[in-house]
């Protein structure tokens, strides 16, 4: 079983092992998607291929469409010479239930794959092409929060930016140079009217994409590269929508005992590729069944039927209201949570914290009881239900390999919208009292600990990476398990609202915190003791 176009005319063999296969005739799909393309999405990670994919073959399974997606990778071109095209544009979605099934699909939507590298001129040109076409309706993107920054952390100008912002739309370097440069081809070829879609998990995404295209084009018009209709029709909703969209769908890494699930049906060269830039990725994909894809219907040239596959279109405002509700109270909060507790813990498997018993209330009592007096309800998905169903079965999922090392990536980026905006709500609210939060000051003051690299154990383990570290350190380097700090110690962290969301002294929260953490980091396995004096 080789999944190549070749080894799939094999059909029974796949649907003997209960494969679900595309139903579809590929090689019809993919002439039609070339010559009049409807969909382009940049980023080839393991989201595109879980999500974006299997929604465009439900879609091209039920015929209400005709075509594919023209998948284009700008930053890891290894993902398409090593990974997609030796397996004709095919790959494998293992969907892990929490009752212990696998559902096995055998995607087939891409109808090519590309990189978007200016160097390589074949792949370029193609997608210059494609962008011309007027038929184009959407580009997706996934390519993490970090594809759309123009800037470091000090404020100037990425090189490759700055480059291109010099250069212009030629021998574009960046990733979003690239991507400005096939709008300029599409506006050149006739001001064709495109939706520009981040799916990427962050806060008004449309809004930061917008930003980074906008950007470019403006430095390329004040250098005289660009003309002034090429900034108005990017600005022009009518013509370039960005709209926001909320995300939800866990895709962790590649894990072995799904590879083994996929060698014992016989199915040939699944291993897992690390590539030069440490992208782990396999020819298969391991997912929840939980999914979740809300857009606003901002779609200037036409909207494929997404929402017979599950997507739902609706207002920002309501996209708004979702994206708050999952990030700052009904998920996020609970995986970081987690994250920090276990890794200071030892676990490394998030379902295994689940059979906790404290840390499973900890996440009950954040959700619950911390959350949910101060969430939006959307109106579309409810959030009692929809916590219940991330306490009840997608975190506990033993199926599921996420661990904590990957969810406490990026931790201090994190903090200020996962549990910042319900500090703010608390502070603003005429009948709660911000004192009464409990838990969230705890995993503030976990995070502090876990910054010292010292697990409960008193062992040595690595952080994961996240780019505050280094300026945290400054405060703890010389804090050693047994010692205790004042509040006024850690006085320049507390006040820092870009991690906290707000300043912790003015919130009323700056010495609960620094409690927590003394009690936490008074001795070795004094996590697991100040767990178990406030959660039993």
Known sequence: MELTEKGLQRREAWLEKNYRLPEFDRASMIERTFENPEWVHFG??????????AISQKL?????????????????YELVEKLSRPHDDYSVLMTLKSDGCVDKTVIGSIASSFCLDSENERDFEALKSIFRKSSLKLAT???????????????????????????????????????????????????????MVSTDNCSHNGDKLKAAVCGIAEAWLQSGIAEKEFVEY???????????????????????????????????????????????????????????????????????????????????????????????????????ALAVFGCLLGYTLISDEMKNPLLKKLVYKIGYDEGLPVVTDPGIISPTEFLKTVLEKRIPNPFMPDTPQRIATDTSQKLSVR?????KAYMASDSLDVHSLKFIPLVFAAWIRY?????????????????????????????????????????????????FGTDLFEAGLADTVTDYFNELNASVGAVA???KKYLS
């Open 44 to 53: 080839l990670g393991n989201i595109f291929r879980a999500f974006h994919c």
């Open 451 to 499: 910054v010292m690299g010292i697990d409960d154990s008193g062992k040595e383990f690595e952080l994961s990476p996240d780019p505050m570290i280094p300026e945290v350190k400054k405060y703890i380097e010389n804090v050693h398990l047994g010692d205790k700090l004042q509040s006024l110690d850690l006085e320049g962290l507390y006040r820092n609202a870009s991690i």
């Open 60 to 76: 091209l399974d039920s015929k209400k469409m005709s075509t594919g997606i023209i998948a284009a990778e700008g930053y890891d």
């Open 234 to 336: 990017l600005n022009n909703p009518d013509y370039v929508s960005f709209p926001w969209t909320m995300i939800d769908k866990i895709t962790p890494r590649p894990d072995a005992s799904v590879k083994e699930i996929l060698r014992n049906d016989g199915a040939e060269g699944m291993e897992e590729i690390v590539t030069s830039k440490k992208t782990f990725a396999a020819p298969f994909v391991n997912a929840e069944e939980s999914e979740y894809l809300i857009v606003e219907n901002a779609f200037p040239n036409g909207c494929p039927p997404l929402g017979d596959a599950g997507v739902i279109l609706t207002e920002r405002e309501t996209v708004d209201k979702v994206e708050k509700m999952k990030v700052c109270t009904c998920l996020n909060p609970l995986h970081t």
């Open 529 to 531: 003791s100040t767990l």
């Open 419 to 423: 549990y910042g905006e319900t500090v």
């Open 141 to 195: 993107f996934t390519i993490t929060e970090k594809g759309y920054n123009l800037k470091r952390a000090d404020g100037a100008y990425l090189p490759d930016v700055e480059y291109d912002m010099k250069n212009g739309y030629v021998k574009p370097r960046s990733y979003m140079g690239k991507v400005v440069s096939l709008l300029y081809e599409r506006f050149a070829a006739g001001k064709g009217k495109i939706a």
